[in-house]
C-alpha cells in the first residue's frame, strides 16, 4: 500500500516517469499481498474511511465510484461511508492502471542497499544491481508473522496463521470445529466468515459454533489510532517533542492494535447472540496432537478448558520490531556515521523523511516522524506529500488536500505532518 501510494504520487505530482522509477518486489503485481491479506481474513469493508485511498485527493474514491455507476448504498458503510473491498479494490487498480506503475515492476526481492560514491546500489536477489539517486523503503511487516509459542508444539496441518501464504479462508469453511485465537479485526472479520457455514442437521457435518479465542477482553474503538494525530491538530504538539521516547510513548498511547469498530463489535455480538460463534476468554498455553487429525488446546489456570479443534488459525498480527532489519543493517554497515534510531530500533528519520541523503522511509519506518497513523492508508499519503514536496525542484500543482500542510518547493518543514 505505501510503495504503490508514494509511487503513484511521484509519478502524477513530480517530474518522475516510469523510466526513472523502480519498484522492487517479490509480489506479482500492484497489491498483491494486501489483497491477499483482505481475502485471507474475508474482510467486506475497510476500517479506514473512504476519504482515504492510494489517491491523495480526499474525494477522488467517492467521485469516482459515482462517475463508475457504483452503488454506494451497498458499497459504502457508515460512518465515514467506509468503503467495501471491492470497491476499494476496484478505484486502486484504476489509478495505478492511470499512472503506469506497473510498467515500473521488478519483481524480486532486494538483499542489501550499499552507498557508493554519493549513490545508492540496491543488491537484488536474482543478482542484479540496481543504481539511483534516491531510494524510498516503503516496506511492511508481510514476513515477520507472530505465532504463540504453544504452536511450536501443535501438528502443523492444522495450526497456521491468517496471513500465511498458504492460508485459505476457502478450505477453512469446511472445518468442523474450527477456533480463532486473537481479538482484533482480523480476527473478529474471520470468525464471522467462518460462521456463515450451514449449521449441523440430521445427516450433514456436525458443524460446532466457531469458537473465538482471547486473551484479552474486545475493545471497541472506531479507527486502530487515535485520528486527531492525521493532521495538524496533535501532529503539531507532537512534533514540538524532541526526544525520541517521548515521541516513543505518545505511539504507544495513541494506537489501539488489537480493537475492532463498533459496527464489527455489533455483528459479533450478533453472532454470539444466534450461537454461530462462542466468544471465550482465555489464554492458550499449551497445544497438544489429538486423534483424527486435530488438536487439543490448553486453556490456562484456574480451571482449563480443553479446546479440541480440527483447525487452529492464530490471527496474532506480526512480530513488533522494525520492519526489513536486515537492509537497515545493510545501509548502516556500508556507510558508517550516525544513523539515530529510537530505544526499539526504529529509525529516526528528518523532516522529509530522510534517514540519510536521498534514503527516504515511510510507514513504520517513518512513525517517529510521522506519528502514530504511520502505519495505515492515511500514513502512506502523510509520507508522500512530504517526499514528493522535498523532490519536487520547482513549484508544481499538488493534490488541494495536501496544499495545507505541504507546500512543493524543495525543502519541506518540521510543521508539514
Not at 500492484?30 to 481474513?41: G, H, S, T
Not at 540496491?122 to 504453544?150: E, F, T, Y
Not at 496463521?161 to 492460508?167: A, E, K, L, Q, T
Not at 505518545?250 to 466468544?279: F, K, N
Request: net charge positive.
Amino acid at each position: 500500500m505505501h510503495g504503490c501510494s508514494v509511487a503513484h504520487a511521484l509519478l502524477r505530482y513530480t517530474d518522475s516517469n516510469q523510466r526513472g522509477i523502480r519498484i522492487i518486489d517479490p509480489h506479482r503485481e500492484p497489491l498483491d499481498a494486501w489483497n491477499r491479506r483482505v481475502e485471507q481474513c474475508g474482510m467486506r469493508f475497510l476500517r479506514s474511511p473512504g476519504a482515504h485511498s492510494i489517491e491523495p485527493d480526499f474525494t477522488s474514491l467517492v467521485s469516482w465510484a459515482r462517475r463508475e455507476g457504483w452503488d454506494l448504498a451497498r458499497h459504502t458503510v457508515d460512518p465515514y461511508a467506509r468503503p467495501s473491498v471491492p470497491l476499494f479494490r476496484a478505484h486502486a487498480s484504476s489509478r495505478i492502471d492511470e499512472s503506469g506503475l506497473r510498467r515500473c515492476w521488478v519483481r524480486t526481492r532486494a538483499t542489501s542497499i550499499l552507498r557508493r560514491r554519493g549513490r545508492w546500489t540496491i543488491l537484488l536477489a536474482d543478482g542484479r544491481l540496481l543504481d539511483g539517486r534516491n531510494v524510498i523503503l516503503a516496506v511492511g511487516q508481510s514476513d515477520r508473522l507472530r505465532m504463540p509459542r504453544w504452536c511450536i508444539r501443535a501438528p502443523r496441518d492444522t495450526v497456521s496463521h491468517i496471513f500465511d501464504p498458504d492460508f485459505s479462508l476457502e478450505r477453512a469453511r469446511v472445518a468442523r470445529a474450527p477456533v480463532v485465537v486473537g481479538a482484533g479485526t482480523s480476527a473478529v472479520h474471520l470468525a464471522l466468515r467462518l460462521a456463515e457455514r450451514p449449521r449441523g442437521r440430521r445427516g450433514a457435518l456436525p458443524f460446532t459454533p466457531v469458537r473465538l479465542i482471547s486473551r484479552t477482553p474486545l475493545r471497541v474503538y472506531q479507527f486502530d489510532s487515535d485520528p486527531c494525530y492525521i493532521g495538524p491538530a496533535c501532529m503539531t504538539d507532537y512534533l514540538a517533542l524532541r526526544k525520541p521516547e517521548e515521541r516513543r510513548a505518545i505511539l504507544e498511547t495513541a494506537r489501539q492494535p488489537g480493537s475492532i469498530p463498533p459496527d464489527l463489535a455489533h455483528e459479533l455480538e450478533s453472532a454470539v447472540g444466534e450461537g454461530t460463534i462462542e466468544w471465550i476468554d482465555d489464554t492458550i498455553v499449551d497445544a497438544r496432537e489429538a486423534p483424527g487429525s486435530a488438536v487439543d488446546l490448553l486453556g490456562s489456570d484456574p480451571r482449563p478448558r480443553i479446546y479440541r479443534s480440527d483447525l487452529v488459525v492464530c490471527a496474532t498480527g506480526f512480530v513488533r520490531t522494525p520492519p526489513a532489519e536486515a537492509l537497515l543493517q545493510s545501509i548502516m554497515d556500508s556507510s558508517p556515521g550516525v544513523w539515530p534510531t529510537d530505544q526499539l530500533g526504529y529509525p529516526i528519520p528528518d523532516s522529509s523523511l530522510q534517514w540519510g541523503q536521498g534514503l527516504y522511509l515511510t510507514g513504520a519506518l517513518a512513525e517517529q516522524e510521522l506519528g502514530p497513523s504511520a502505519p495505515n492508508i492515511i500514513g502512506a499519503q502523510n509520507a508522500a506529500k512530504r517526499i514528493v514536496a522535498h523532490l519536487n525542484g520547482a513549484p508544481r500543482e499538488i493534490p488541494t488536500a495536501w496544499r495545507r500542510y505541504a507546500s512543493a518547493s524543495v525543502s519541506s518543514s518540521s510543521d508539514c505532518c
